[in-house]
């Protein structure tokens, strides 16, 4: 079956850090785009990070400087590093890929990062 997936949320005080991961599973072919969405209660959901198959990224503003995504091929994985977090980057986390193979996207589960002031 082909999905997404996700790991690495938790609880963590403003400050700390934690490290999301997200891996295919199945057959997903030729992803030409990898990204990080996030939702918090009572809000849209919007991007935080995305990286395409030829390297270029993006970022929300609120992250630059503070967040990292990075990608293994060979290993079909996905990270985001998150680091010096804060109250508002209390949301849920999704995954998403695009494959050009299928002309579709995929998303993960979805994991809750919760960060406490």
């Known amino acids: 079956q082909e999905q997404l997936v996700e790991s690495g949320g938790g609880l963590v005080q403003a400050g700390g850090s934690l490290r999301l991961s997200c891996t295919t599973s199945?057959?997903?072919?030729?992803?030409?785009?990898w990204g990080w969405y996030r939702q918090a209660p009572g809000k849209q959901r919007e991007l935080v990070a995305r990286?395409?198959?030829?390297?270029?990224?993006d970022k929300a503003d609120s992250v630059k400087g503070r967040f990292t995504i990075s990608i293994d091929d060979a290993k079909e994985t996905m990270w985001l590093q998150m680091n010096s977090l804060k109250p508002e980057d209390t949301a849920i986390y999704y995954c998403?890929?695009?494959?050009?193979?299928?002309?579709?996207?995929?998303w993960g589960q979805g994991t809750q990062v919760t960060v406490s002031s």
């Open positions: 998403y890929v695009y494959s050009a193979h299928r002309g579709r996207e995929y």
């Open positions: 199945g057959s997903i072919y030729t992803i030409v785009s």
């Open positions: 990286m395409t198959s030829v390297g270029t990224t």
